[in-house]
């Protein structure tokens, strides 16, 4: 693709990503976006085919960067307990500290993106198909990572701690200002540094908690 094509593709996707965040799939016209992108609208259609096409690449852009991050890490906590289970904070960290410490680091290129997910994530009519193209995989990778380090966990509660996990992680991307409000200030929503040093003790306990013998009785 010509450099200067490549170029109104970003600017396309960049303005897609910001507007899909802000106000939804449904509340957005490829207008709107091109009007933001300050492009023809005839080049939404030339790049992305339709206003659903362009919501999915938005989607897939970040993803994919985020995966690989994810699995790099993950693959770096197996590569040290070759002869040992992982520790349940390690496979949790490796899941969420690349996402928070890159919002942490470049909110101005990571926020919109990350709303948009919880978005996603949180909605019936998106979140079961598209969590699962883009996403699916990757989770399972953890999955498995996690029923090493918890042999004895019932696949249900395995799926049940992931869900909340899930709900936990969407939550902090959103940046809802509950937090702020319900804390008088002490605590910020947008302070991802605070969520990343605390997050994975807390979710590891909660799928110990639900693995554990006397849950099961």
């Known amino acids: 693709m010509p450099r200067n094509a490549e170029a109104t593709r970003e600017r396309i996707l960049d303005a897609a990503e910001h507007l899909f965040a802000k106000r939804g799939f449904e509340g957005v016209t490829v207008r709107q976006i091109m009007s933001r992108a300050g492009a023809d609208v005839a080049l939404a259609y030339y790049h992305f085919k ?3 096409y362009l919501f999915d690449a938005v989607l897939l852009r970040r ?5 690989e991050l994810r699995l790099k890490a993950l693959d770096e906590v197996e590569q040290r307990h070759r002869e040992d289970p992982p520790d349940v904070e390690e496979i949790i960290d490796a899941f969420t500290r690349p996402l928070l410490e890159e919002l942490d680091r470049h909110p101005e290129d990571w926020r919109d993106y990350m709303a948009l997910v919880a978005q996603v994530n949180n909605s019936p009519e998106w979140g079961g198909e598209l969590m699962t193209r883009y996403f ?6 953890f999955l498995d990572a996690l029923r090493r380090a918890l042999p004895d966990c019932r696949e249900e509660d ?4 992931y869900h909340f996990l899930s709900g936990a992680l969407t939550l902090t991307f959103a940046e809802t200002g509950r937090l ?6 002490l605590c910020s929503s947008a302070d991802m540094a605070a969520a990343n040093a605390r ?8 799928f110990r908690a639900l693995c554990a013998p006397a849950a099961k009785t």
């Open 180 to 185: 702020d409000n319900l804390s008088g200030g």
């Open 199 to 206: 997050m994975p003790r807390f979710v590891a306990a909660g």
């Open 158 to 161: 395995l799926f049940w701690s």
């Open 63 to 67: 993803a994919q960067t985020l995966n």
């Open 50 to 52: 339709s206003k659903r």
């Open 136 to 141: 699916d995989p990757l989770v399972k990778r």
